[in-house]
């Protein structure tokens, strides 16, 4: 199963020109970036919005068409968290 964010549109970027050679080197390049990331070691990190520690959640990616997974931890803060609950709750996303 896949899931796409522009389904039923195509964009100027499209890959419908792009050569399989092209296509697995953005493939590889993408895996590179992600075995990078998934194997960096954990550092503290401030939030730059309120100052605390940020916590860190898993987040798996994968490239479409591969068995492998890869694991990153993402830093998150709870500032975050409760500014998108409360504008959840009020119905209000601003940027």
């Known amino acids: ?10 964009t100027a970027t499209s890959f419908e020109d792009s050569t399989p050679e092209d296509r697995g080197d953005l493939k590889r ?5 992600l075995i990078a990331e998934s194997c960096k070691p ?4 401030i939030c730059p ?11 798996v ?3 479409d068409g ?3 997974r890869f694991t990153v931890r993402l830093p998150l803060c709870k500032c ?5 609950s409360d504008q959840a709750s009020s119905g209000s996303f601003a940027a």
């Open 1 to 10: 199963m896949s899931t796409s964010h522009f389904h039923g549109q195509r």
């Open 29 to 33: 390049g993408i895996k590179d970036f």
């Open 42 to 45: 954990l550092s503290t990190q």
């Open 49 to 59: 919005r309120c100052g605390r520690q940020m916590e860190f959640t898993e987040a």
């Open 61 to 63: 990616f994968w490239v």
């Open 66 to 68: 591969e068995a492998e």
């Open 80 to 84: 975050a968290v409760a500014n998108v």
